[in-house]
């Protein structure tokens, strides 16, 4: 703390106060007054660091949230690659381990985590749940119409089903992300949910 200088600790304070303050408040609840007052730095101060509340709230969640996207398109390029291979197995495998690593992940930052799902109203990040999902939604409708191909029939599931499923699944990791005391926790409550969830997908497809 001591190699701070006198910006970069006035920035910590900020940050540090504007995480406080959402973390109990939410972002539109929070005021920006506050914020600064329990900085230890006036409004002026505060637009040398940073453009708005948005601007600080932004700041806390965008690395989280571009972290959570780069994970998802890892492993969504692990899936499809072993599916082209025709190696169901070891693709269910890669998404269990997937939904374990990112619970892990998002478990080690969880503060951040609360703030980017559930404290966002009113800011750019709102509903990015929603995103996640429809990211689900878009690469479960990829891989059904390669699972038809390679069975050559149609499987009908609505659309509507498909989003409803990738919503459960999702908002259960999510749960255990918040819920969860331990990493340990968190591991065995992805296996179990992400297992469920590949099993139903299973049977649903027929193969």
């Known amino acids: 703390m001591s190699n701070l200088t006198g910006y970069e600790l006035t920035h910590k304070n900020i940050i540090d106060s504007g995480k406080k303050h959402f973390l109990k408040y939410g972002y539109e609840r929070s005021n920006l007054r506050k914020i600064c ?79 980017l799902l559930y404290k966002a109203y009113g800011t750019k990040y709102d509903n990015f749940i929603e995103k996640l999902v429809e990211l689900e939604d878009k690469n479960r409708k990829k891989a059904m119409q390669v699972f038809s191909d390679k069975k050559g029939e149609y499987i009908n599931i609505p659309d509507e089903t498909i989003h409803l499923l990738d919503h459960s699944y999702i908002n259960a990791l999510c749960e255990i992300v918040v819920h969860s005391k331990s990493e340990n926790e968190v591991r065995t409550n992805a296996n179990i949910v992400a297992r469920f969830f590949n099993e139903g997908w299973r049977k649903l497809r027929g193969f």
Do not use: C, W
């Not at 409004?43 to 780069?70: C, M």
């Not at 899936?79 to 169901?88: I, V």
């Not at 269990?96 to 998002?106: F, R, W």
């Open 37 to 115: 007052k329990d900085a230890g730095v006036t409004t002026g101060a505060f637009y040398r660091h940073f453009q708005d509340k948005e601007d600080l709230f932004v700041s806390l969640v965008q690395p989280l949230a571009e972290e959570i996207l780069s994970f998802y398109a890892k492993f969504e390029k692990k899936s499809f690659e072993s599916l082209d291979k025709n190696h169901t197995e070891k693709l269910a495998e890669i998404n269990v381990n997937g939904s374990i690593e990112s619970a892990l992940y998002m478990f080690q930052r969880k503060e951040i985590f609360e703030l």
